[in-house]
């Protein structure tokens, strides 16, 4: 857990009639980083040709994604609940990779696809026509109240509206089928009248419709006139419209649920086929990914990759007995391959954490993965993140709801992505660490319910006794972030050193400014700054100490160039002349160093103020809130509604603005002033074909 993985590199041959059966034990371990072979040899050798794949697998890719589209959206859930797990195609024999047929597949896919169509696009037209009614609601709506529009008001509006709004009679006898026809349309017909062989209707329908519609109407003997309001002085015309128009959307909105269900039973009632195939085309798409990266020659098969060292004997047994002891394995160590293929080839890394540690360790690769060997900041991340976001946001009450949010997050998402779980589980662990600080602080929603078990955080902000004799004002707040920022960016130069170490690298061990000399120098600033503000800005340590903390090391860092190029000469490499043009450029590297040495590390120093400020303005938002509160106290100063309103705005914007504010100062604190002094972030995920990864 404290350094990434150990791998192993491994370079095979076995027989070409043995290859399928490897290549399901390779399948079956899901532990092999595959690099091409012509990586290996640069590409050099005639002899070594890639392997031809028998199956397309772009075709086998399509077809497996038009699956996972089409049962996607089918299912509620989404593509993933209703696909088969892939830890359950472990058990697949090789006969069952010879039982897939791309052509069989595709054309069930064309005929499932066109039936889909066919479902989707009634569903389309339904919902049309359902955005057309809305539409005319809108229109209707714009035309007054409905107690004072008349069936002559109304048409007269319409000119400046979307809307058609037809009056007249008809032949009683047309009326039937011209309802019936008029449905084709998103329309209205009112009947306002009625006599032995006439009807009187008023019909309301868009004005792109009106052509089609006024040949409706002369179909069915329509003579154009005014509705005589004689003949219903009650009517309500806008009512009537808008409640059958409210009437139709019911309808077609049942048909759209129809069509829904319709849908949902078609995909449901082929599930079993679509696992199936779906399986069939992952398997055979993994298979063929794998011999993909295989190299052979008239009789073998060659193939390389990385895994994790603790996987070689497991891997060894897998494979001698799929090529039944017909093969050979190479092992090299990770510094062998790297050298000899000059850097073309790069070792995978693999952070290999505890899972409660995974939301940290997510943090960690969102920045980069680390250097193959190097150390992994993940436990070192979990610790000072919630250190720095405790500090920021201590109050136990806004707290707890962050971890009630977090499990919230945890049963949403249960069934979605690991980013989001690990984010709601990262904002349950933020909870808990507001928690801690908040007893510590005695804050409870900003208020003190219970003695602080360290110091009264707003007692100082309001100028009252903190209950701590060690903490006092706000500077000694302050003094404590920078305590806090000098221990991590301490821990953060010792793991560089480690690193180094690991690397014998010991030119940076010694001459980097985050290496030995530049630690030396920063904790000589460290005491000389203390030394300074105690004597109350007026003397600096001796002369002894200064030539001792700040002299001999910047006489290392500008020696670093002669001693590199010293050893450069010794062993044989080709060097730059002593010129005067060298001297220059080495006195102007010097000197720009140690201003990055003095200046760098007093601003990350400094840096860590903004935990305080952070902490400060979390406290002050809420004094001010309850200042707030106390202001809207009814007689006897008893709170009010909208007091207790006031307070819960106030708790909610500050859980919502400060949470925020804390998480994200938190990682910037992180990446920019802890990382940059050990991080090398040139790491290439370790990533086996595997079918126990997800797609």
């Not at 897998?318 to 092992?331: D, G, N, S, T």
Request: include cysteine; aromatic fraction near 10%.
């Amino acid at each position: 857990m404290m350094f990434t993985s150990s791998m192993t590199h491994l370079t095979a041959v076995v027989l070409k009639k043995d290859s399928d059966a490897v290549t399901k034990a390779l399948l079956q371990l899901g532990a092999l980083d595959f690099v091409r072979v012509s990586e290996l040899s640069g590409g050099s050798d005639a002899r070594i040709r890639s392997v031809q794949a028998s199956v397309s697998s772009a075709r086998i890719i399509e077809n497996r994604r038009r699956i996972e589209m089409i049962m996607g959206s089918g299912s509620s859930g989404g593509s993933q609940e209703v696909l088969p797990v892939l830890d359950n195609l472990q058990n697949l024999n090789l006969q069952d990779l010879n039982l897939l047929n791309l052509d069989e597949i595709e054309k069930k896919l064309s005929e499932i696809s066109s039936r889909s169509q066919e479902i989707k696009e009634e569903q389309r037209l339904v919902q049309q026509e359902i955005h057309k009614f809305e539409d005319m609601i809108r229109q209707l709506s714009m035309y007054g109240s409905s107690e004072s529009i008349t069936a002559q008001g109304l048409r007269k509006s319409s000119e400046y509206s979307f809307l058609t709004i037809q009056t007249g009679t008809m032949l009683s006898v047309g009326v039937s089928q011209f309802e019936k026809d008029l449905k084709a349309y998103p329309s209205v017909s009112l009947i306002t009248g009625t006599s032995s062989d006439k009807t009187s209707m008023l019909v309301i329908s868009l004005k792109k419709d009106e052509k089609q519609i006024l040949r409706l109407l002369d179909a069915s003997g329509w003579m154009e006139g005014e509705i005589p309001l004689a003949s219903s002085p009650e009517q309500n015309v806008k009512e009537n419209a808008l409640s059958d128009i409210q009437n139709q959307i019911v309808i077609l909105k049942e048909q759209q649920a129809s069509l829904h269900n319709q849908y949902q039973a078609f995909i449901d009632d082929r599930r079993e086929w679509f696992q199936t195939s779906w399986s069939l085309l992952r398997i055979n798409e993994l298979f063929y990914r794998i011999q993909s990266f295989f190299s052979a020659t008239d009789r073998t098969v060659l193939f390389s990759g990385w895994l994790p060292t603790e996987l070689k004997a497991p891997l060894e047994l897998v494979l001698y007995q799929a090529a039944q002891r017909r093969c050979f394995l190479e092992w090299h160590e990770p510094g062998e391959i790297t050298k000899e293929t000059k850097g073309r080839v790069t070792v995978p890394v693999q952070l290999k954490n505890p899972g409660f540690l995974k939301p940290f360790e997510m943090l960690v690769k969102n920045f980069s993965l680390p250097e193959y060997g190097s150390i992994d900041p993940t436990p070192f991340v979990a610790v000072l993140y919630l250190m720095m976001f405790g500090l920021m946001f201590g109050d136990a009450g806004h707290g707890l709801v962050l971890v009630l949010l977090g499990f919230l997050g945890k049963y949403i998402f249960r069934k979605s992505s690991d980013s989001k779980k690990k984010l709601s589980v990262l904002i349950l662990y933020c909870g808990l660490s507001a928690i801690v600080a908040g007893v510590l602080f005695g804050s409870y929603f900003g208020h003190p319910l219970f003695p602080p078990l360290w110091f009264n955080y707003h007692a100082i902000i309001a100028g009252h006794p903190s209950g701590n004799i060690g903490v006092q004002s706000i500077y000694d707040i302050l003094l404590i972030t920078i305590y806090f920022g000098i221990a991590v960016l301490g821990t953060g130069l010792i793991l560089n050193w480690i690193n180094l170490v690991r690397k014998k690298n010991w030119m940076k061990l010694f001459f980097d400014k985050a290496g030995i000399t530049g630690g030396w120098m920063y904790g000589a600033g460290v005491y000389t700054g203390f030394y300074f503000v105690h004597h109350l800005y007026k003397t600096l340590p001796g002369q002894t100490f200064l030539l001792i903390g700040f002299g001999i090391p910047s006489l290392l860092l500008l020696s670093k160039e002669p001693v590199q190029l010293f050893l450069d000469r010794k062993a044989g490499h080709k060097v730059q002349e002593i010129s005067v043009s060298f001297i220059l450029t080495m006195l102007m590297e010097w000197i720009v160093e140690l201003l990055e040495v003095f200046s760098g590390y007093l601003a990350n120093t400094l840096s860590f103020m903004r935990v305080a400020g952070l902490g400060i303005a979390h406290v002050s938002l809420m004094i001010a809130f309850f200042q707030m509160a106390h202001m809207a106290d009814g007689p006897g100063g008893e709170y009010t509604v909208w007091s207790y309103l006031i307070l819960l705005a106030g708790n909610i914007l500050v859980i919502a603005l400060e949470g925020l504010s804390a998480g994200i100062q938190s990682l910037r604190l992180n990446y920019y002033e802890f990382f940059s002094k050990y991080f090398s972030g040139s790491g290439r995920a370790y990533s086996p074909v595997s079918i126990r990864n997800r797609v």
